[in-house]
């Protein structure tokens, strides 16, 4: 069978709503909430904070709740400690930084952002191992002097300037690509299932984007659809104005209702960017995690390989300087135990990076088939209502305008 299509009871990446890790009675917990942005600083040195709330009875803690203020530059911190400790494991995803200046700061986006970090926080939280990570620890209790020495640390990415953070971006996405699809080196896995499962993420990664574009596009148009009904409303008015009398009374109507539907379809819009658009698009980014590790894999496999490949050839110099050259071969019996060394620990680190994503696949698989059969169903359920509240709200006109007088002119009734 797949390896992505294991049906077996592996933990799960939780839903897109905060949740709790073993939160049964009696059990562990840990429970994240992020809330209340605010924007601080001026200018180009702006930027928004966010409240990071904890609960949990876990004894590693320092009790039993804390409230800490953190930046997106912090999050951006935890995902990088995440990575760089926990190779095997699909990293949450983050949001992306807004591309465009004016809309950094926008209420929708800053929403759109608190959500997604709500559940990069909570995806982190209810994860078998990534739960008890001493970097979760600190970001979730350490004060804000401490967590700016963290990010200022020697090395860090915040050393980079923007324009090298662009460039190591892009040269990583290259890369994490090339690396899935063995292109950037002459030796792979020759697994066919594992073929398999690159080539599925690969094709998952190109629908869920082109899914993704769609809903922003549906949501697009459902505002579209609102602003075009508030100008027709306001036109219509007008012209009721103009008209006066029972058809003018009618002209109002109609634009009260047309404001009305505008109005709800505005709000609708929003919430289906919030309950369709941005769940796909962290699915995504999900996905794109995912590659990241399969990239990591094939590292660990190269290495592997090509170490234990070196330790051959030192072992077969060895066998021949023992019959030329007795006394050098006591100094490359010595590389050929180091060497040998290091081929079994590399060996040992591509079969933990194996198992740790053989059990992130399952876990992936079993969360994504819950997560977008929620998502579907809130999509379905919305449209439905606002199909629904649309029809009632011009079905309340309809016996006015059944009324056979309207079209009775001013003029007629002021005759």
């Not at 049906?7 to 905060?18: C, N, T």
């Not at 990010?151 to 040269?171: H, I, L, N, Y």
């Not at 505008?262 to 309950?275: A, E, M, R, V």
């Not at 999900?286 to 090509?306: C, L, P, S």
Request: aromatic residues 6%; glycine residues 6%.
């Amino acid at each position: 069978m797949e390896p992505f299509l294991l049906q077996r009871s592996a933990g799960g990446v939780p839903p897109l709503s905060p949740s709790m890790t073993g939160a049964g009675a009696g059990q562990s917990f840990l429970s994240i909430s992020v809330t209340d942005p605010v924007k601080l600083g001026s200018g180009v040195q702006a930027y928004i904070s966010y409240r990071v709330s904890t609960k949990t009875n876990m004894q590693e803690y320092r009790g039993p709740e804390k409230i800490v203020i953190r930046r997106f530059s912090d999050f951006v911190w935890l995902h990088e400690r995440l990575a760089e400790r926990n190779k095997g494991i699909v990293i949450p995803p983050l949001p992306e930084k807004s591309a465009v200046e004016k809309f950094r700061f926008s209420a929708e986006f800053i929403e759109v952002r608190r959500r997604a970090l709500d559940v990069f926080m909570n995806r982190i939280a209810t994860h078998p191992q990534l739960h008890m990570s001493e970097d979760l620890k600190n970001f979730l209790q350490a004060d804000e002097e401490a967590m700016e020495r963290a990010r200022s640390a020697e090395g860090s990415v915040f050393k980079k300037k923007p324009s090298d953070f662009m460039q190591m971006f892009k040269d990583v996405q290259m890369k994490v690509s090339d690396a899935v699809l063995g292109k950037d080196k002459p030796v792979e896995e020759t697994d066919p299932e594992y073929e398999k499962l690159k080539h599925y993420v690969v094709d998952l990664e190109d629908h869920l984007a082109e899914a993704q574009r769609q809903s922003m596009k549906l949501v697009k148009r459902q505002r579209e659809l609102g602003q075009v009904l508030s100008d027709f409303g306001k036109s219509v008015k007008l012209l009721g104005n103009c008209e006066g009398g029972s058809l003018g009374k009618a002209f109002a109507d109609l634009g009260g209702c047309a404001d009305q539907l505008s109005f709800k379809l505005q709000n609708k819009g929003l919430d289906l960017l919030l309950i369709f658009e941005e769940p796909l698009k962290e699915y995504v980014r999900t996905v794109q995690a995912i590659k990241v590790v399969m990239a990591d894999r094939a590292q660990a496999y190269r290495q592997h390989r090509e170490l234990t490949e070196s330790s051959k050839l030192k072992e077969l110099n060895l066998e021949k300087l023992k019959l030329l050259r007795p006394d050098k071969a006591g100094e490359v019996e010595a590389e050929v135990t180091e060497i040998k060394a290091q081929s079994d620990e590399a060996k040992l680190r591509y079969e933990e990076i194996v198992r740790l994503m053989e059990k992130e696949m399952v876990q992936f698989q079993e969360a994504k088939t819950r997560d977008l059969g929620l998502v579907l169903h809130d999509f379905a359920c919305a449209q439905a209502q606002l199909a629904s509240d649309t029809a009632d709200a011009w079905r309340t006109l309809l016996p006015y305008l059944d009324n056979p007088h309207l079209g009775e002119s001013t003029v007629t009734e002021s005759g």
